[in-house]
């Protein structure tokens, strides 16, 4: 995408609802920040290496 592409995006989101531009808030974190679909959370994965030491 080039500067003037992006710039251009820039202004259009100012034409969407709240709404949306919670939804695409969300989107680009989803994208940004690492998987966290983990099913323990740090403390549980410490107790348990702490059981295996």
Known sequence: MTHQQF???KEQLKLLSPQQLKSLKSEISSQLEPSTNSLLNEDEM???AQLFR
């Open 7 to 9: 710039e251009r995006l």
């Open 46 to 48: 410490n107790a348990l």
